[in-house]
């Protein structure tokens, strides 16, 4: 086994059935043929991890604002309420 298919095959676990199907079939066609495919899917395959990593870097950071968010927005709400509740100290009552 080459060290191309041993890269292939670790990554396997990350990338989608259809990929890792023609990692398989590319895997059993003659040395000739598989020499002269293996870069271009050892490209795609680096692409579809470099990208499933990248969702989830995005998902994370947008799952991260979203809580962000809503303390800003407690946050402001609290201020709000303290602010009128000042403003009628300082009115005093009518």
Do not use: W
């Not at 990593?53 to 809580?67: F, K, N, P, S």
């Not at 968010?69 to 303290?82: H, N, S, V």
Request: charged letters at 40%; a positive charge.
């Amino acid at each position: 086994m080459t060290d191309r298919a041993r890269v292939l095959k670790s990554e396997q676990a990350d990338i989608p059935k259809e990929i890792s199907d023609l990692v398989a079939v590319i895997g059993e066609l003659p040395q000739e043929y598989r020499v002269a495919l293996e870069p271009a899917l050892k490209r795609v395959v680096d692409g579809t991890v470099r990208r499933r990593r990248i969702l989830g870097l995005v998902q994370d950071a947008l799952g991260q604002l979203r809580l962000d968010m809503k303390y800003l927005a407690f946050d402001l709400e609290a201020t709000r309420r303290e602010r009128d509740e000042y403003r009628g100290k300082l009115e005093g009552p009518k």
